[in-house]
């Protein structure tokens, strides 16, 4: 049974003890994902892709000493509608795996994987007001349908 994270605090200690290489993947979860040939399919095509795709943890070197529970805040943020998009039992999880190449939306696809934990629907909420409380006005998710 994959362990639920609970608050943005749990994130970080699983980031800070697993290091950079980890991923999140909004799917109906492990199970599903790795029973189906372990591949995603592009959205707009159907063609199947050489891994699954997932969203990069990777703290990135211009961050600097910056705050990891604001980064992997923004990382949450920006994919959060990925939930809405794809259908009921959709959630995030976070997995180590081995990037393999990359998505039409150059996304990450990776290979290998290891599921680590599931993540709460509380973290989403802490990770917006987190994110929302920036005060950006140019700051948004990542979501193609607010463009239509």
Same mark, same amino acid.
């Given at each position: 049974?994959?362990?639920?994270?609970?608050?943005?605090?749990?994130?970080? *200690?699983?980031?800070?003890?697993?290091?950079?290489?980890?991923?999140?993947?909004?799917? *109906? +979860?492990?199970?599903? &994902?790795?029973?189906?040939?372990?591949?995603?399919?592009? +959205?707009?095509?159907?063609?199947?892709?050489? +891994?699954?795709?997932?969203?990069?943890?990777?703290?990135?070197?211009?961050? +600097? &000493?910056?705050?990891?529970?604001?980064?992997?805040?923004?990382?949450?943020?920006?994919?959060?509608?990925?939930? &809405?998009?794809?259908?009921?039992?959709? *959630?995030?999880?976070?997995?180590?795996?081995?990037?393999?190449?990359?998505?039409?939306?150059?996304?990450?696809?990776?290979?290998?994987?290891?599921?680590?934990?599931?993540?709460?629907?509380?973290?989403?909420?802490?990770?917006?007001?987190?994110?929302?409380?920036?005060?950006?006005?140019?700051?948004?998710?990542?979501?193609?349908?607010?463009?239509?």
């Amino acid at each position: 049974m994959l362990p639920t994270v609970k608050d943005l605090r749990e994130l970080v *200690r699983l980031f800070e003890a697993e290091g950079d290489d980890l991923y999140v993947r909004w799917s *109906r +979860g492990p199970d599903v &994902d790795l029973a189906d040939a372990a591949s995603s399919r592009d +959205g707009l095509t159907g063609i199947p892709l050489p +891994g699954l795709s997932a969203n990069s943890l990777r703290r990135e070197p211009w961050w +600097g &000493d910056r705050s990891i529970r604001l980064w992997l805040a923004r990382r949450l943020y920006d994919y959060e509608h990925l939930r &809405d998009l794809r259908g009921p039992d959709v *959630r995030p999880w976070v997995l180590r795996a081995r990037e393999v190449s990359r998505g039409p939306d150059n996304e990450p696809l990776v290979v290998a994987v290891e599921p680590l934990a599931w993540v709460a629907d509380e973290v989403l909420l802490e990770a917006r007001r987190l994110v929302d409380g920036q005060g950006s006005a140019e700051w948004g998710p990542m979501d193609r349908r607010a463009h239509r």
